[in-house]
């Protein structure tokens, strides 16, 4: 049972990795978190890339939860999705916590 737990959380997990192992999508989402919501406008004003290519990532953050859009006027605001931050977070700690178990055995194997 834990096997499949373990297996169901790294289902969950990998899109949210595969989505911030992109350079750009990773600063988009450091610029949501520093500075809240951003338009598509203002998230390309800063941006090496092209306004097109800027949609297109935000469009990945989508769909890996990591994101969500909404209109305000003529704009599209994009935000960040905390609850699937946190998530990942969790993800990477249980992951760290595994590391440091093995650590321990192989510390405790070498000591004999």
Known sequence: ??????????ARAAPVFAALGDETR????GRL??????????LT???DVTRQ???KHLRVLADAGLV??????RAHVFELEHAR?????RHLDALSAEWDRAIERLRGFVGR
């Open 33 to 42: 978190s520093s500075r809240g919501p951003l338009s598509i406008a203002r």
């Open 53 to 55: 290519a800027i949609t």
């Open 68 to 73: 969500k859009g909404t209109r305000s006027g």
């Open 1 to 10: 049972m834990a096997r499949l737990d373990a297996r169901a959380a790294v």
């Open 26 to 29: 990773l600063r988009i989402v």
């Open 85 to 89: 931050l946190e998530q990942a977070r």
């Open 45 to 47: 004003d800063e941006a």
